[in-house]
C-alpha cells in the first residue's frame, strides 16, 4: 500500500451530517441570542470544535457551556434521523482495513458524539484510533490532533495520508507532515479547500481506493 496509516475527518468526509450540524446551530442560536445567522456562518467552521465556535459570541466559559449543552440536546435528538454514511464509504474503510492499512479518525466532535454516529452508519470497530475534542484543547488547524493520532497509530508522517473535507482537515494534516486528500462531497468549495494546497482530490470513494493501493 502508498500509506500504512490512513486518517479521516468525520463529519462531512465519512458520514453526511452537514444539515443537522447547522441546524443544531440554528436552534441553539434561537435560543441563546433570539436570532439565527446565514448557513454559510457555521459551514465556516466545520471541522472546529463548539467551544471555538461559540467563543465568537460571547467570553463567559458558563454561557458556551450552556450553549454547548443547548447544541448537543438538539443535536442528539434529531441525530439518527439526520445522519448517513456517505455512499462507498463503508465498503471503502473496510477493505483499507482487510488490506492491512491502519485507520484512525481525527475529528473535533466529542467521543460521545462520534461513537454515536459510527454505529448508526455501520463503521463500528474499523479504526484503530480515535482522537476526539475531548482527547486534547488544541483542534484543527492546529496540527496537534493530527501527530496525537500518528503517535497512536505508532506511525511516520510521511507515510500517513489525511482524508478530510475542510480546509481545516487539509491544514492540519500537511503542518502534521503527512500527505492530505481533499473530498469534494462535503459543503466546501474547491477554492477554497484549493488554498490549503492538498495534495490529492477526491471525488468518489473509489477514487481513495485506487489512490491508496
Sequence with gaps: MR?????????????????????????TMRVHRGQTFPDSEWIAGLGTPLRVQFRRFTDDAAEVQRMIETYREWNLAHHDAMVSAFPGAVDAVSTLKQQGARLGIVTSKNRHGVERGLALCGFDGLFDEIVTSDDLEASKPDPAPVLVALARLDALAPSALFVGDSPHDIAAGRDAGTRTAACLWGPFERDVLAAERPDYWLSTFQELAALVA
Design 3 to 27: 500509506f500504512t496509516a490512513i486518517l479521516f475527518d468525520l463529519d462531512g468526509t465519512l458520514i453526511d451530517s452537514t444539515r443537522l450540524i447547522v441546524e443544531s446551530y440554528h436552534h
